[in-house]
């Protein structure tokens, strides 16, 4: 499966939605998460993110393993999302920084 990663909390660019043939990815408020179970491993999304926050499971840094995690919790709760929307105002800002899992909203 591929995993959103921790650089998508408050960019939330959501290019990735767009190109997911089997639309397996779901929206919290300031993050996005892909469902596991129905990832086709296709790599489509990995590209299309402007944060770079989308890897293969088999590639995830260490310090992002958890989101291995989060991403499987988390798309059993939040709503799906197929359409690209505008990101938030200070997405750009947020690109990069570190230390941004503490300001996850559920
Ligand atoms: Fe969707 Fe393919 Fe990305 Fe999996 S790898 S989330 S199937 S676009
Ligand atoms: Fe997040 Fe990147 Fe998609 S920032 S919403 S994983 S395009």
Redesign the pocket.
């Known amino acids: ?2 995993v959103v990663t921790e650089n998508c909390i408050k960019c939330k660019y959501t290019d ?1 939605v767009e ?4 639309d ?2 779901y929206e919290g408020p300031n993050f996005l998460v ?1 469902h596991p179970d129905e ?8 590209p299309e993110c402007p944060a770079e926050a ?1 890897f293969s499971e088999d590639e995830l840094p260490d310090d992002q393993k958890s989101f291995l995690e989060l991403n499987a919790e988390l798309a059993e709760v939040w709503p799906n999302i197929t359409e690209k929307k505008d990101p938030p105002d200070d997405a750009e800002e947020w690109d990069g920084k570190s230390g941004k899992l503490e300001f996850l909203e559920r």
């Open positions: 499966t591929f990735c190109v997911c043939p089997v397996c990815f892909i990832c086709i491993d296709c790599a489509l999304c990995e989308i």
